[in-house]
């Protein structure tokens, strides 16, 4: 039987390898790491009380002229995921969803955009 840390690396390397290859490929600069819990630097950075996942870094719509990718992370927070999401299934799905939702960011689609895309079954 998996423990819990072995069920979460598996939905995160199920989320990385559902993105589809155009996504994919403008990950080359974004490291995708995992963190127990958010740190308090990383709540005050968004003005949150809790976070599943954060990406920090510059999007690909910012960067400079000459198309020059900056180095960007994105965090998936095992705690809150694993609070968020306590099956198994719904674990592949929430860190997916979050992994997207990071991953969008990146690709310079802010929020409110995420919403009204989710809302007309774009994403």
Do not use: N
Request: proline share 7%; net charge negative.
């Amino acid at each position: 039987m998996q423990d819990g840390r072995d069920r979460f690396d598996v939905a995160v390397a199920a989320a990385i390898d559902s993105l589809p290859e155009p996504y994919r490929s403008e990950l080359a600069s974004v490291a995708i790491v995992v963190q127990d819990e958010p740190d308090p630097e990383q709540l005050a950075s968004v003005h949150a009380r809790g976070l599943l996942g954060l990406y920090e870094g510059v999007p690909r719509t910012a960067y400079g002229a000459d198309r020059i990718p900056l180095p960007s992370k994105i965090t998936l927070f095992r705690g809150p995921l694993m609070r968020a999401y306590r099956t198994p299934a719904a674990l592949m799905d929430g860190v997916r969803e979050t992994l997207d939702h990071e991953v969008a960011h990146h690709l310079g689609i802010g929020d409110e955009r995420l919403v009204e895309l989710r809302r007309r079954g774009s994403t």
